[in-house]
């Protein structure tokens, strides 16, 4: 017995070896390095869930029935949609790459795909809106990443018995994960094969497996098998990131983390109580209003200073920004939508530089703003609007040699003594954020 025990030890720890052996590749590390770079993406939650107009949780929160629901492929036909026009609106407002829902947790396929009936192709619409989107991207140079649910509320063999959420669907028979896991591979596979190069794959919803965030122990219920599907995912696309919305610690194979409402370091929204790695590139995603997708009674958007003041605290923390919008179930984008992307979009034309291509700074954010780096520059973001002086401790340069403001080069006074800084300027508090550049020797 203690043989057979010992036998059994070994090879689970063969079996964990294999699963944690991922040495990514030099068009990976490539894509991961240009990923950090981009510091600001576009998040597209759109799919029948838009119909109702109460949130992409639609089926989950109504405890609408899979028959019941799947009536809404009928009801989808998107003729306003325009991939052009969707690119370009990105581009314009200074994002540099786009993350498309493929698949949510309602089981809708945006593609066609032979794995599904319940797929755009089977509605009035009748046309892959996954191409029409990976042929515009690719013809405007901006990546494409694809989001990926990784549970399914109408499937009967995804193990729905141990799951937190799609209890009221309907669905009486057993889960049979090799079934469902085989299914996602199929499906990725299309993904990955059929529409040219993909930026990465953006995993949500291992959480529906585990206790809630902020559990001592949220261990999974079900064995994804990630080393086969991450694998997979490697071997079709080398140069593809693999980023997980576990809310938890980066597992093996993964290219990128993400926060989901929060910025990292942060869990203002209850489900980050992770660290940040120091070794994969970060993104936080958050929304313009409250909802993900298009929602008819959520009137709260944040304005364009909040959402500047928010694309700057990322990038000064070392993340991207993924700014989320749910377009119209018509595929028009609302015009609040369009207004506050346009807007970041004209910050950016002035402070890009600020933005794109820096890491983080050497403090943390205070309450006055953050900073930002980039070779021999230092951003100061001063957001308040009230700061007419700032003193830093410790600043980690022996020489400046010059400061300015970055929107029209005028100079601004500073004194620099035993690593203490100050600063004097005359700030306006009407911009979102001053931003002064020190350029050091």
């Known amino acids: 017995m ?145 989001y990926y649910s990784l549970l399914d509320w109408r499937r009967e063999d995804y193990p729905h018995e141990t799951g937190r959420t799609g209890q009221h669907s309907g669905r009486t028979g057993k889960g049979d994960y090799a079934s469902y896991l085989q299914f996602m591979k199929n499906q990725l596979t299309e993904l990955l094969t059929n529409y040219g190069e993909i930026g990465g794959i953006w995993f949500d919803g291992h959480w529906d497996q585990t206790e809630p965030e902020g559990s001592k122990d949220r261990t999974s219920r079900i064995d994804w098998k990630y080393n086969e599907i991450y694998g997979l995912i490697h071997k079709l696309q080398p140069q593809c990131m693999i980023g997980n919305n576990h809310h938890l610690t980066p597992f093996a194979g993964e290219d990128f983390q993400m926060f989901e409402r929060d910025l990292p370091g942060e869990n203002k929204s209850g489900l980050s109580f ?68 346009a807007g970041l979009g004209n910050w950016l034309k002035i402070y890009g530089e600020s933005i794109y291509g820096t890491k983080a700074g050497f403090i943390k954010p205070q309450a006055w703003g953050s900073i930002t780096q980039k070779d021999n520059r230092i951003y100061i973001h001063i957001v308040d609007g009230k700061t007419t002086s700032l003193e830093l401790e410790n600043v980690p340069v ?44």
């Open 274 to 341: 992770q660290k940040a790695s120091d070794k994969l590139p970060l993104e936080t995603c958050e929304t313009i209003s409250n909802s993900w997708g298009y929602n008819l009674s959520d009137t709260d958007y944040k304005s364009d200073k909040e959402l500047v003041h928010m694309l700057v605290k990322a990038a000064s923390l070392g993340s991207n920004l993924l700014l989320n919008i749910g377009p119209m179930p018509s595929g028009k984008i609302q015009q609040e939508f369009q207004d506050r992307l």
């Open 2 to 146: 203690k043989k057979l025990i010992l036998i059994g030890l070994v090879l689970l720890i063969a079996l964990q070896l294999k699963a944690q052996d991922y040495t990514p590749t030099a068009a990976n590390l490539k894509q991961r390095a240009w990923f950090n770079d981009a510091r600001f993406g576009l998040f597209i939650h759109w799919g029948p869930f838009s119909i109702p107009g109460s949130g992409e949780w639609v089926m989950n929160d109504r405890k609408l029935t899979v028959h019941n629901y799947t009536n809404l492929k009928d009801f989808f036909n998107p003729v306003e949609f325009n991939a052009e026009q969707w690119v370009t609106m990105a581009k314009n407002a200074g994002m540099k790459y786009i993350t498309l829902i493929t698949r949510h947790h309602d089981g809708f396929s945006m593609w066609d795909t032979k794995y599904s009936d319940f797929n755009i192709m089977n509605t009035p619409y009748k046309k892959d809106i996954v191409k029409m989107m990976a042929d515009e991207c690719h013809k405007q140079g901006i990546p494409l990443y694809l």
């Open 398 to 441: 022996k020489k400046i040699k010059k400061a300015y403001l970055l929107k029209d080069n005028s100079a601004v006074n500073y004194t620099l003594k035993k690593s203490k800084l100050t600063i004097t300027t005359t700030l306006n508090g009407i911009d979102p954020d001053q931003v002064i550049v020190l350029e050091i020797g």
